[in-house]
């Protein structure tokens, strides 16, 4: 694709960066049939390809974002489809991440989209409030009941103007000139995908930061853990059972202690200040602990944060303090299917040959790390019968903040994927991302389970998917 970045505009890195990305695009249009916003919508401005184009422009003429440009890449799932379809290599990764930073810079969202961000990038990214707004959303799940389900269904307008008036008052004040009109869905349809993904009770806590598990038998090696956020508060089985695996095969496991969100949930909202700031600190506590200790991997069981971790190599490229630091932390990060599939794993129960299990491949793991393989051949040895789902390319919808910022698309994302695993008739669905879990869960009765929970199981640990 020609660009026409003056030299000036070149001097910028990430306008640099840009620039080569974009120059590799050859506007062939493969991308456009695995993305999942073109194939609900239609648009080719909700496609790759479309995207790319606004993208440059906005960048070109370096002015402030247009409701169109925001419109459509908040459409974006960030769910790397394209990536895996390109045959360019394009990395529309690094470009879409460069131009959500630029649309929360220099664009003003309307006054409850600004603080239901606001909210989202307070509350998600620390445990403690996540829990306490866990528990709010338990209490708050009747009136889901009360809220509109589409666009054209009539809200509690009493109820949503007090809310908005709540949430209005948790506001800075504007920086620049307000848009008058959304280009997002409406509040109450957010709040009441918000209210329906809180679970019916939250489980006791996990372990806390800072805990050591030795090595069962012999120690074979030293791996850090991460702690996730809303996962430790919603699903804390999950590292739980990664924990007993790990141990059970000679390996010591370490939650670190200063370790924070690994700022996935920020990034994606544009914030980079905020995704930065924790990639530093992650960076200096899991190095800390090397330093000390010894680590041969840093583990995470949620692959939406393994992506993240993976790339801060590349966040962190211009800071002179952590760039070097920050790729050595990118080179341990592994996800925990990868590592075990290092480990000669010691299956100890009779094998379920009659158990399916329908393997759901989150994006950031098949798209964002490239892991396809490893997750099923590892479930298959240790004796499950494993399905791919039709059309597994294509995202659940979840997508981290997606399925509350962007309900609509989100809920036929999820129903077409609920469908497309019901057509193998499984006992089980596996996933290695808490986002798609919850998700999922939402338009099915059978088990989501976590796939090292099915692997702790078949190596002696508690059948999952009865909690
Ligand atoms: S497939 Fe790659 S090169 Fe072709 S339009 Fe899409 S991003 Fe550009
Ligand atoms: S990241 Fe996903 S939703 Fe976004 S353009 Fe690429 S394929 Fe489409």
């Avoid at 995704?275 to 680590?295: M, Q, S, Y």
């Avoid at 290092?342 to 094998?351: M, S, T, Y």
Wanted: positive net charge; contains cysteine; charged residues 20%.
């Amino acid at each position: 694709m020609k660009t026409e970045f003056s030299l000036a505009q070149l001097a910028d890195p990430d306008i640099a960066e840009a620039d080569k990305i974009l120059r590799a695009c050859v506007h062939c249009g493969f991308c456009t049939a695995t993305c999942p916003t073109y194939v609900l919508l239609g648009d080719e401005l909700d496609s790759p390809r479309g995207r790319i184009y606004l993208i440059r422009e906005m960048l070109e003429k370096d002015r402030p974002p247009t409701e169109e440009v925001v419109k459509h890449i908040d459409r974006c799932l960030s769910c790397l489809a394209c990536m895996t379809t390109c045959p360019s290599g394009v990395n529309y990764m690094h470009l879409v991440d460069q131009a959500r930073v630029r649309i929360e810079r220099d664009y003003t969202r309307p006054l409850a989209e600004r603080a239901l961000r606001a909210v989202l990038a307070l509350v998600l990214p620390r445990p403690g409030l996540f829990r306490a707004g866990m528990v709010l959303a338990r209490l708050g799940r009747p009136l889901a009941a009360l809220l509109p389900a589409s666009k054209t269904s009539s809200a509690t307008p009493t109820l949503l103007r007090r809310i908005k008036a709540m949430l209005a008052a948790l506001l800075p004040e504007s920086k620049g000139p307000s848009k008058g009109g959304s280009v997002s869905p409406t509040l109450s349809r957010r709040l009441k995908a918000m209210l329906t993904l809180a679970p019916g009770r939250l489980p006791t806590k996990g372990p806390a930061a800072g805990s050591v598990f030795p090595a069962i038998g012999e120690k074979r090696g030293r791996v850090a853990l991460l702690q996730g956020c809303a996962q430790q508060v919603l699903a804390p089985r999950i590292n739980q059972a990664a924990i007993n695996l790990l141990t059970r095969h000679g390996i010591e496991v370490v939650l670190v202690k200063d370790e924070q969100c690994c700022g996935a949930l920020t990034h994606h909202l544009g914030r980079d200040g905020d995704a930065l700031a924790r990639a530093r600190a992650n960076v200096t506590a899991w190095l800390g602990e090397a330093k000390r200790d010894g680590l041969d991997a840093i583990l995470v069981t949620t692959s939406g944060c393994g992506t993240v971790i993976k790339d801060y190599g590349y966040m962190l490229r211009e800071d002179r303090d952590f760039a070097s630091a920050a790729a050595t932390v990118s080179g341990l990060a592994k996800d925990i299917t990868e590592y075990i599939g290092g480990i000669d794993l010691k299956p100890v129960r009779p094998q379920p040959s009659d158990l399916v299990i329908a393997y759901h491949s989150a994006c950031s793991l098949q798209h964002g790390q490239k892991i396809t393989q490893a997750p099923k051949e590892l479930l298959s040895k240790s004796g499950f019968v494993v399905k791919d789902v039709p059309e597994s390319h294509l995202c659940c919808g979840s997508a981290g903040t997606y399925n509350i910022l962007q309900p609509d698309i989100a809920n036929k994302l999820r129903d077409r994927k609920v469908a497309n695993i019901a057509m193998v008739k499984p006992d089980m669905i596996a996933a290695g991302n808490i986002g798609c879990m919850v998700q999922i869960a939402g338009g099915t009765s059978v088990p989501v389970v976590h796939t090292i929970e099915l692997l702790d199981w078949a190596t002696g640990g508690p059948r999952p998917g009865l909690n």
